[in-house]
């Protein structure tokens, strides 16, 4: 069904920037929440960014606000990730996320990208 596929992860300098794209195949028509999510070595997987087609606009974590912006494509199948003033503890992978809300409230289907690597060299 629902595909995901990340892309832009690389090697960058402290201070540098990347910006990061998700493509998702396969029919997508729902109250949508797409984000970003993280995972370094030893520490838990968290959400970087996310943004929703029922409203709300868009949440970012207390650690990459103002450094980083979550958008999307109108068409509600692609999720970039700008990622600037980046730091060595932004070294993680990367995985895309994405949220198909169902009618009850609080139900929900739930995809993964398979991660980019983003290492931020000092």
């Known amino acids: 069904q629902v595909q995901l596929v990340e892309s832009g992860g690389g090697l960058v300098q402290a201070g540098g920037s990347l910006r990061l794209s998700c493509a998702a195949s396969?029919?997508?028509?729902?109250?949508?929440?797409m984000g970003w999510y993280r995972q370094a070595p030893g520490k838990q997987r968290e959400l970087v960014a996310a943004v929703h087609s029922f409203g709300g606009g868009a949440e970012y974590a207390d650690s990459v606000q103002g450094r980083f912006t979550i958008s999307r494509n109108n068409a509600w199948n692609t999720v970039y990730l700008e990622m600037n003033s980046l730091l060595p503890e932004d070294t993680a992978v990367y995985y895309c996320?994405?949220?198909?809300?169902?009618?009850?409230?609080?139900?929900?289907?739930?995809?993964w990208g398979q991660g980019t690597q983003v290492t931020v060299s000092s």
């Open positions: 396969g029919t997508i028509f729902a109250r949508l929440t």
């Open positions: 996320n994405l949220r198909t809300w169902r009618r009850f409230p609080g139900v929900y289907d739930e995809y």
